[in-house]
């Protein structure tokens, strides 16, 4: 993010992949991917009771992913290309074994997922490439739809348990109408994209969904957590699918610039969401209390302000737009060098209770 913020106030030359291109590609497929790997390694292993990889294994798919970022800096196109398809196909491999095995039927789509992950991302370097035109936009935004719909489900799964467990009497529910609409809207979505539909049926979908997901997250009782940080940093995070979906809307008619729906989403929820459960999971693999300190609290809150920042100021301060950006990207930044400063520490010690790990 920094080296994006140095680029785009022109204090860095383009990168290889030129801009905007280069940046949407490593915090999506880069950053995003790999915090989705991570988060499903650990799932998939309580949820099939069998282990996802570790060691040598683990080793190797840490270093394919680091592989693909330095590689897009080279001119070797082909090879990045076939390293970063490779990364969420190791993934699916990763978690597709212990589901398998075990019969773990419900989440045999997070490898159908991963696997149209890989065909987005190889998608998009092709078309970099110009061997094939057109489909660098559609690999992008497929990626983001894939990356949204997953969010989307282990949010509808943790954040009314996590409600529940940390609210006493928030009373968080969910409605099984509301949850096949509002994901199956994102599910539609992701289908326009890669068919290309555009205009007034991208955009009537784009805020049908917005309303299902609005009226999702008023079953979670988003105001009862406001005491609880570890709590309201998630419903924050969701509270931006919203305005993404809104915002989706009526860029698909004009009406405001597809940016601010893009960074809608990869702020507010991605970066939100990841870094609110990063800190609760952090604690709770650590043998940690669940209770926010002072440094979660500040890297919740500069999210927040970054995200408000590109979004509500790219919407009202367009003549400061540059401005807002780089405002932006180091509000972002500073937020999760947080995350570093304080769980570094944490995360390379033993858990504090003396149980492995």
Known sequence: MPLWVLQY??????????????????MLFGFAFAVVAGFLFTAVRNWSQRDTPTGAALAAIALLWI??????FTPFTLTAA?????????VAVGIGVPLFASGNRRNYFFVALLVAASAAVLAFHLAGAGIVAGSGRVGLQAGLDIVLFIVAV????????????????????????????ALGSLLGLLAFDVA???GTPLALLALAA???HA???????????LGTPLVWVLHAAYAWVVVHLALRGLAAWGVVGEPLAIHALTIGVIGGMTLGMMTRTARGHTGRALEADGYEVAGYVLVQLAALTRVVGGLSASSLYLETVVA??????????????????VLTRARVDGKPG
């Open 210 to 212: 917005a309303v299902a």
């Open 67 to 72: 592989a693909g970022r330095v590689l897009v």
């Open 82 to 90: 076939a390293v970063n398809a490779l990364f969420p196909l190791a």
């Open 9 to 26: 106030a022109g204090a860095l030359p383009a990168m290889v992949l030129r801009g905007p291109a280069w940046h949407g590609h490593e």
């Open 215 to 225: 009226a999702r997250l008023w079953l979670w009782r988003p105001w009862r957590t």
């Open 328 to 345: 932006s990207g180091l509000l972002w930044s500073a937020a999760f060098a947080l995350y570093f400063v304080r769980y570094w520490p």
């Open 154 to 181: 282990i949010a509808g799964r943790v954040i009314p348990m996590f409600t529940n467990n940390g609210v006493p009497g928030a009373g968080a529910s969910r409605k099984p109408w509301i949850e096949k609409a």
């Open 196 to 198: 290309g539909v555009g």
